[in-house]
């Protein structure tokens, strides 16, 4: 059964009342045909992001728009060094497989996550990991996600382009993976071999970038 804004309202108030990361006391919630609205002010970011989440959670809820304010207790204790820092130490910590990958900007507070995840759930992971870190007050999530390249699974992409071309000789092309990047090396017999490889190699899902050092041979 569909819920009226009166519903939803009383809804999501109850989902932030239980909610033991959330001190609901200075939120307030409006709803205007499914779209929640969230005001108020909050001591740190973690509290809202977790109101955030909460309103997600409750059924019939389409979209949010929030407003709250994060109101440090003491603001000129955090510099953006600081909490720069702090953030990068949180990664490299809970996520050392993968923080190398993430970049990490603050500016006034506002911290900003960039760069490259294998996964979606890494990509939550970050910002879940970091939201507890004192002197962030906003956060924009920039993470892209990349899927591990497979070295058999590109040569196989590249070995199918060229045979549909009727290319048989490929075992001169090697393909070595680092990253989201691919170089390929050795040699072809014509220059369309060569951009054909390249091609092939570059719509792989999850290249960056392909790096062509494989030569003609005439």
């Not at 609901?24 to 779209?35: A, L, P, R």
């Amino acid at each position: 059964m569909t819920k009226t804004d009166t519903q939803l309202q009383h809804d999501v108030q109850a989902e932030l009342m239980w909610d033991p990361a959330i001190n609901d006391t200075h939120i307030g919630v409006q709803c205007d045909k499914g779209v929640i609205s969230l005001s108020g002010h909050v001591p740190d970011f973690a509290q809202k992001w977790a109101a955030e989440r909460a309103a997600l959670r409750v059924g019939g809820v389409s979209a949010i728009a929030v407003e709250i304010q994060v109101d440090l207790v003491d603001p000129g204790k955090y510099s953006d060094a600081d909490v720069s820092r702090s953030v990068s130490n949180v990664l490299q910590l809970m996520a050392p497989e993968y923080s190398q990958r993430i970049k990490v900007m603050v500016e006034k507070g506002w911290l900003t996550l960039s760069g490259d995840v294998e996964w979606n759930f890494q990509r939550h992971a970050a910002v879940r990991q970091v939201s507890h870190v004192l002197g962030v007050k906003g956060m924009s999530n920039n993470i892209n996600i990349r899927p591990k390249l497979i070295a058999r699974a590109v040569k196989e992409e590249v070995r199918a382009a060229l045979q549909r071309r009727a290319i048989q000789d490929i075992d001169s092309i090697a393909i070595t993976i680092d990253g989201p990047d691919i170089t390929l090396s050795g040699s072809v017999h014509s220059w369309s071999e060569k951009a054909l490889a390249k091609h092939a190699a570059a719509c792989m899902p999850g290249v960056r970038d392909v790096i062509d050092k494989v030569t003609v041979i005439i």
